[in-house]
Every structure is written in structure tokens, then in C-alpha cells.
């Protein structure tokens, strides 16, 4: 069973920076891709970025490309989300997830494909 704990979040204005953590524990495979997916009020779920644990690929939604960076520290088995160039829409909850395999770039969509959920941190940016 993996377990994903999220740290992080808050509030800032728009143009500001946030960073988040997610430290994952309870799995002994290698391979196993990890991300951050978020969800607004009223708005479905939608995927942000993922990283592969194993390979290092990774892939982003085009809304954050050039200004969300994620990266991962297998020593530590934590997965980072830095935010840089906060916008309002990009206000919602950031939830941690994992896939056991390999990093697809259709994992950002099909969310039938992650069964481990961390409990979510809020980012709030206003105007």
C-alpha cells in the first residue's frame, strides 16, 4: 500500500511562488510515476505534471508549462511541485498521486490510472 503525504501550499498574490512536497512510502517497487493534480471549485479534477521515479521523464499540462517545475528525490522518496508565476486560476487543491509503471503523458488525463491519493493542500492565488 502506498502511502502520500503533502506538504505546502498557501496563499500568495498573483505572480508569487509556492512549493510543494509529496513524500510517498509503503511501496518496494522501482518503477512507479508520481504527480500532482489539482481541482478547482465547481471544476473537475486535471493533472499538472508527473515524473517518473526510475527513468526521470516527465510531462505538463500545457497551462503550466514554463512555470511549474516538478522534480523528485529518490533518496527521500519525495516528489517536489514548485509554482512559480502563480495566476488566480490556478487556485484549487493539489493532490500527490501515484501510478506502478512507467510515466505516460496520458496519465495526466486518465485519472482511472492512479490508485494512491494523498489528502490534497490548498493554493490559493488572488488578484
Known amino acids: 500500500q502506498v502511502q502520500l503525504v503533502e506538504s505546502g501550499g498557501g496563499s500568495v498574490q498573483t505572480g508569487g511562488s509556492l512549493r510543494l512536497s509529496c513524500a510517498a512510502s509503503?511501496?518496494?517497487?522501482?518503477?512507479?510515476?508520481m504527480g500532482w493534480f489539482r481541482q478547482a471549485p465547481g471544476k473537475e479534477r486535471e493533472g499538472v505534471a508527473v515524473?517518473?521515479?526510475?527513468?526521470?521523464?516527465?510531462y505538463y499540462t500545457d497551462s503550466v508549462k514554463a512555470r511549474f517545475t516538478i522534480s523528485r528525490d529518490n533518496a527521500k522518496n519525495t516528489v517536489y511541485l514548485q509554482m512559480n508565476s502563480l495566476k488566480p486560476e490556478d487556485t484549487g487543491m493539489y493532490y500527490c498521486?501515484?501510478?506502478?509503471?512507467?510515466?505516460?503523458?496520458?496519465?495526466?488525463?486518465?485519472?482511472?490510472?492512479?490508485?494512491?491519493w494523498g489528502q490534497g493542500a490548498q493554493v490559493t492565488v488572488s488578484s
Open positions: 515524473i517518473d521515479r526510475y527513468y526521470g521523464s516527465i
Open positions: 509503503g511501496y518496494t517497487f522501482s518503477t512507479i510515476c
Open positions: 498521486a501515484a501510478h506502478v509503471g512507467r510515466c505516460q503523458s496520458s496519465i495526466l488525463w486518465d485519472l482511472t490510472r492512479l490508485p494512491y
